[in-house]
C-alpha cells in the first residue's frame, strides 16, 4: 500500500471515530432535553388540569351545599350542571391516566372516590327541600367525608405523579452522567488510538528512512555493496528500490571497472612480449614483467630502479634520435633495432610504438611494444622443423602404404595361386611344396602387419573401439587359429574361462585379440613338447579397484616351453628386440609381437607383466578392464550331467569348469572302464545327458561308450588332425558329432541352443557345398574391377561357379561406364588402379544410382592398405564391404555368399 493512501485510511478512521463519537453525544443530548421538555410540559398539563379537578370538585361542593342549605327550584339545572361538571372531571381523568402511565391503582382510586362523591351530591340534588332537611346533618357529614376522601386521593394522585416526574428526572440525569462517562472513555480511547497510530507511522516512517539514510552513507563511505531495507511498497520503498537499482548499477560498474582493470593490468603484466611508457627525454614511466626479463631484470621494479634512460639500451644510441624525429613526424613507428641487455649481450627486436598529446600538443610520453624476433626466429626453426618431421612422417606413411600395396598385390597371387593348385589332386610332395609356399606367404603377411601397427602405434594414430563382443567367440577365434599348429608339435592347447567371467563385454576386440594372438603365437612357437594354456579370470585382489560395470580380467597365457633368461625380460617389449639375437637362433620372427601387444594393451589401460625362468616354461599376464552388462542373464535350470574322458588331467578340468559356467554339472573318468562304470550306475538314477571324449585312444574309447550310452549324447573331442577320421566316423557309427580342441563356452553354448543330437558335420558340408548360394535359383551377374592380370584371375577361378557370371573392368573409368549400361548384382572393385582409383569409381557409380533412382548395388573394396581408417575410408566412399589383401578365398566367398543372399532386398 502506497504512504499517501495509508495515511489517508489512517486519518480516515480517526474522523469516523470522532464524527461517531459527537454524533452518539448529540443524538443522546437531544432525546434528554426532548425527554426533559415531554416531562415539563406534561407536568405543567398534570398541574392545570388537577388544578380544573379542583376547581370541578370545588363547584360540585358549592353547588350541592347551596342546594342543602338553600334549596331551589331548579333542581333539575343543578342535576345537570352536575352531570356535566362530571363529564369534565372524568375527561381530566382520562387525560391524567396518559400522565399516569401504569398507575392504575391511583386512578382507581381517584375514580372510585370521585363516583362517590358524585353519587352522594346526585342524591342531595335529588332530594326535595323537605327530604334534606329531614337528612339534616348526616348527609352533610356524608357528603364531607366524600369530599374530603375525593381531595385526599386526588392529592395523592398529584403526589403519586410528582414521585413518577422526580424518577424520570433522576434517571434522565443518571443517563446524561452515564453518557457524559461514556464520552469520556470514547474520547480518551480515541486519544490513545491517535497517539497509538502515530507512533506507528512515525515507527514505520522512521525505519525505512534511517535505513535509507545509514544506506546513503555507507554508500558515501565507499562500501557499494550497502542496500537499504525495503519495508513497504510505498514511496519510501519506492525510494529505496531506486537507490538500490542506482548502487547495483554503480556496483556493477564498478565490478566491470575492476574487471577490465584487472584484464588489462593482466595483459600488461602477463604479455609474452614487452610493454613500456617512457617521456620523449627518455626516461622510462612503466614497463611490464616481460620487458624486464627481456633485458635481463628480474622484474619490473628492479628494472625501474637501475635505468634512467631508455636510450642506454640501445646498441646504436642515434637511433633513438631517428625514432623520435619519425614519432613526432607520423605519430606512430615501427622499427627493427637491437638492444642492450644487462648482461652485455644484444637482442634483436622490432620495437612499435604511438604518441600520446598532451592538451598543448606537444608529445606528452611515447608507449609501446616490444618483441623479441629471437624467439620468433628460433619458433620459425623449429616450425620449419615439425613442417620437415611431419613431411618425413607422410612420406614414411605412404611408403609404408605403398610397400604394403606392392607387397601384398604378388603375396596375393602367391596364396592365391596356391590355393588353386590345391584344388588340382598334387601329389605328396607337391602338397609339402604348396604348404610351404603358404606357410611363407603367411609368414611376410603377419611381418608386414607387425610393421605397420607398430607405425601407428608410435604415431598415435590408433584409436580404440567400444564395440560389444562376446568374449568366448574371441578367444576361439584366436585359439582355432594356432590349433593346427600346436597339434602338428603334439601340444595340449588348452583354453579355459572362469564361470564368473561375463563373456558379453564391450571394448576393441580386434586389439584384444591381436594381443592374444601373440602372446599364444609366442607361446606354441617357443614350446616344443608339453602345453600351452589361456586362462581368463575376474581379478578381485584388494589392489585393484573395482568399478561398478567394469569388471578387471585377467588373461594368462602359460607354457611349458624354452623360457626366458632373467636378463632378457626387460629387453622382449622392446622392438625388433628378442632374447635370442645370434645368428645361430633357432625360432625366427621380427620381435614385434611383444611390442606391439604391451603398447596396445597400455592403450586400453591395462598392464601386461611376465614371469620365466630359462628352461622352466614362460607365463605372460595381461590385466585389462572391460565394460561389462550390469545386469546378467538370469540363471536357467540346470542342463543335466555331462560325463568327462580325457586323459590329459588339466584338459579334463578345463573342460569341467567349461561346462560347469554352461550350467552342466560335470564327472570326470580317469579311464574307459571307470566312464563305462559311471554310465552304467546311473543309467536308471540320474543318467548322463552329454560325454565328451577325447585322447589319443578315443576312437575305441567312443566305440565302447556308444555300446552303453543310451539316450546319452555322445561327442569326440579331436585335433585338427583328425577332422576326416571324426567326420567318418560320426557318418558310420551314429555319434552325435565332434568338438575340435580346445572346448570354449560358446562351443558347449551352440550344442545347447540346437539339437543335440544333430549332425553338425553334414550341417557343415553342406555349408562348404554351398559357397556362393548355389542353392538360389537367380543368377548373380559379378562386376570385377582389377588391373592386375593374375590378381583377376584368380578371382575368376575363385568365382567360376554356375551361378556367377563375372564381367571384367580393368580401371575405375572403364567400371562406371560398364556400370550405367548393364545392371550387376555386385561389383567386386580394387581401390589402387590407374586411370580412376576405386574411390573415385564408387562415387561415380553412387552418384548415378542417386540421379537415376537405381537400387542400390553392394560394391566389396580390395585393398592392400589394411589399417582400421582405411576400411572406415572405403565404408564412407560407398563401398559396402572390404576385403584386404592377399585375398583369402574362404573370406571372399563369404561376404560374396552374404551379400548374395541379401541382394534380394536391393533388387
Not at 613526432?328 to 598529446?357: E, N, P
Not at 567318418?728 to 551314429?734: A, D, L, Q, W
Request: aromatic share 6%.
Amino acid at each position: 500500500m502506497r504512504l499517501k493512501t495509508q495515511l489517508l485510511v489512517w486519518f480516515g478512521i480517526l474522523v469516523l471515530l470522532f464524527i461517531m463519537i459527537g454524533a452518539m453525544n448529540l443524538l443522546f443530548f437531544r432525546n434528554s432535553t426532548s425527554t426533559v421538555e415531554d416531562l415539563s410540559r406534561t407536568r405543567f398539563e398534570v398541574d392545570k388540569q388537577i388544578q380544573r379537578a379542583t376547581l370541578i370538585i370545588g363547584e360540585i361542593h358549592t353547588d350541592v351545599l347551596e342546594s342543602m342549605v338553600l334549596g331551589g327550584p331548579d333542581r333539575e339545572a343543578r342535576l345537570a350542571e352536575l352531570d356535566a361538571q362530571a363529564l369534565q372531571f372524568y375527561g381530566l381523568m382520562d387525560q391524567l391516566s396518559v400522565a399516569l402511565a401504569n398507575r392504575d391503582e391511583t386512578l382507581r382510586t381517584l375514580f372510585n372516590a370521585f363516583q362517590a362523591y358524585y353519587l352522594v351530591g346526585k342524591r342531595v340534588l335529588r332530594k326535595t327541600g323537605a327530604e334534606r332537611l329531614a337528612a339534616g346533618e348526616d348527609t352533610m357529614r356524608v357528603f364531607m367525608r366524600q369530599k374530603e376522601e375525593l381531595a385526599l386521593t386526588l392529592n395523592q394522585a398529584y403526589t403519586t405523579y410528582e414521585s413518577d416526574f422526580d424518577e424520570c428526572i433522576l434517571e434522565t440525569h443518571d443517563s446524561i452522567v452515564d453518557l457524559a462517562q461514556k464520552s469520556a472513555l470514547l474520547i480518551t480511547f480515541a486519544i490513545l488510538l491517535s497517539i497509538i497510530v502515530t507512533f506507528t507511522i512515525l515507527k514505520k516512517f522512521r525505519n525505512p528512512l534511517m535505513s535509507l539514510m545509514q544506506a546513503v552513507e555507507n554508500l558515501k563511505a565507499g562500501e557499494l555493496g550497502a542496500r537499504a531495507v525495503i519495508y513497504a511498497k510505498d514511496e519510501i520503498g519506492a525510494l529505496a528500490l531506486a537507490f538500490n537499482d542506482m548502487a547495483d548499477r554503480l556496483h556493477q560498474r564498478d565490478q566491470q571497472l575492476r574487471s577490465s582493470e584487472k584484464k588489462f593490468r593482466s595483459i600488461f603484466e602477463n604479455a609474452t612480449d614487452g610493454i613500456f611508457q617512457s617521456t620523449p627525454e627518455g626516461k622510462i614511466i612503466l614497463v611490464n614483467r616481460a620487458l624486464a626479463k627481456m633485458l635481463g631484470f628480474m622484474s619490473p621494479e628492479d628494472f625501474l630502479q637501475e635505468s634512467e634512460n631508455v636510450v642506454n639500451y640501445y646498441a646504436v644510441p642515434s637511433e633513438r634520435s631517428r625514432l623520435l624525429a619519425r614519432l613526432q613526424k607520423d605519430g606512430r613507428v615501427s622499427v627493427d633495432t637491437d638492444l642492450i641487455r644487462q648482461d652485455g649481450s644484444t637482442i634483436h627486436v622490432a620495437l612499435k610504438c604511438h604518441a600520446i598529446y598532451a592538451e598543448n600538443g606537444e608529445i606528452a610520453y611515447m608507449e609501446g611494444m616490444i618483441v623479441d624476433l629471437s624467439h620468433i626466429e628460433e619458433a620459425r626453426r623449429l616450425t620449419l622443423a615439425k613442417e620437415s618431421a611431419e613431411a618425413a612422417s607422410s612420406a614414411k606413411s605412404e611408403f609404408l602404404a605403398n610397400m604394403s600395396h606392392e607387397i601384398r598385390t604378388p603375396l596375393t597371387v602367391i596364396q592365391g595361386m596356391s590355393d588353386l593348385l590345391c584344388d588340382t589332386k598334387p601329389t605328396l610332395e607337391q602338397q609339402h611344396f604348396i604348404q610351404a609356399l603358404q606357410a611363407s606367404s603367411s609368414h611376410l603377411i603377419t611381418i608386414v602387419n607387425s610393421i605397420l601397427d607398430l607405425t601407428k602405434v608410435e604415431e598415435g594414430c590408433i584409436e580404440l573401439e567400444s564395440i560389444p563382443f562376446d568374449l568366448s567367440e574371441l578367444i576361439q577365434k584366436v585359439c582355432k587359429g594356432f590349433a593346427t599348429l600346436a597339434h602338428e608339435k603334439g601340444l595340449e592347447l588348452i583354453a579355459t574361462i572362469h564361470p564368473e567371467v561375463p563373456l558379453s563385454l564391450k571394448g576393441d576386440p580386434t586389439r584384444l585379440g591381436q594381443v592374444l594372438y601373440n602372446l599364444v603365437g609366442n607361446a606354441i612357437k617357443f614350446t616344443n613338447e608339453g602345453h600351452v594354456i589361456l586362462t581368463v579370470e575376474v581379478l578381485t585382489s584388494a589392489t585393484t579397484l573395482s568399478v561398478p560395470g567394469r569388471p578387471t580380467l585377467c588373461f594368462t597365457v602359460k607354457d611349458t616351453g624354452i623360457g626366458i633368461a632373467q636378463e632378457k625380460l626387460d629387453l622382449i617389449f622392446d622392438s625388433f628386440s628378442q632374447a635370442d639375437t645370434s645368428t645361430t637362433r633357432e625360432y625366427g620372427g621380427t620381435g614385434l609381437g611383444l611390442t606391439i601387444a604391451r603398447r596396445f594393451v597400455q592403450l586400453m589401460g591395462g598392464t601386461i607383466t611376465v614371469d620365466s625362468a630359462a628352461g622352466r616354461g614362460t607365463s605372460f599376464l595381461v590385466t585389462v578392464s572391460l565394460e561389462a552388462p550390469v545386469s546378467q542373464e538370469p540363471s536357467a535350470h540346470p542342463l543335466g550331467r555331462a560325463l568327462v574322458l580325457e586323459p590329459c588331467q588339466m584338459a579334463a578340468e578345463s573342460l569341467a569348469i567349461t561346462l560347469s559356467g554352461q550350467r552342466f554339472t560335470p564327472i570326470i573318468a580317469n579311464d574307459i572302464e571307470q566312464a563305462v562304470a559311471l554310465i552304467q550306475q546311473t543309467k536308471d538314477s540320474s543318467p548322463f545327458n552329454l560325454a565328451l571324449v577325447g585322447g589319443p585312444d578315443w576312437k575305441e574309447s567312443v566305440c565302447q561308450i556308444s555300446n552303453v550310452m543310451g539316450r546319452m549324447s555322445l561327442y569326440a573331442l579331436v585335433t585338427t588332425s583328425d577332422l576326416q577320421t571324426s567326420q567318418e566316423m560320426v557318418n558310420s557309427s551314429g555319434i552325435s558329432g565332434f568338438l575340435t580342441k580346445p572346448v570354449l563356452p560358446c562351443d558347449i553354448r551352440n550344442l545347447v541352443s540346437q539339437d543335440i543330437r544333430c549332425n553338425t558335420s553334414a550341417a557343415e558340408s553342406e555349408k562348404d557345398a554351398d559357397p556362393v548360394g548355389e542353392s538360389e535359383s537367380r543368377h548373380l551377374h559379378i562386376l570385377l574391377v582389377e588391373d592386375d592380370k593374375s590378381i583377376r584371375k584368380i578371382i575368376e577361378i575363385y568365382l567360376r561357379v554356375p551361378q556367377c557370371t563375372l564381367e571384367i573392368a580393368e580401371n575405375g573409368a572403364e567400371a562406371v561406364e560398364r556400370f550405367k549400361i548393364e545392371i550387376f548384382d555386385l561389383v567386386i572393385m580394387d581401390i589402387q588402379m590407374p586411370v580412376m582409383d576405386g574411390f573415385q569409381a564408387a562415387k561415380g557409380m553412387r552418384d548415378f544410382e542417386n540421379n537415376t533412382q537405381r537400387p542400390v548395388t553392394p560394391i566389396i573394396a580390395l585393398t592392400a592398405n589394411a589399417f582400421d581408417e582405411d576400411r572406415e575410408k572405403c565404408l564412407a566412399s560407398g563401398f559396402t564391404s572390404y576385403l584386404p589383401k592377399p585375398i583369402q578365398r574362404d573370406r571372399l566367398l563369404s561376404i560374396v555368399r552374404e551379400l548374395a543372399e541379401k541382394s534380394s532386398h536391393y533388387k
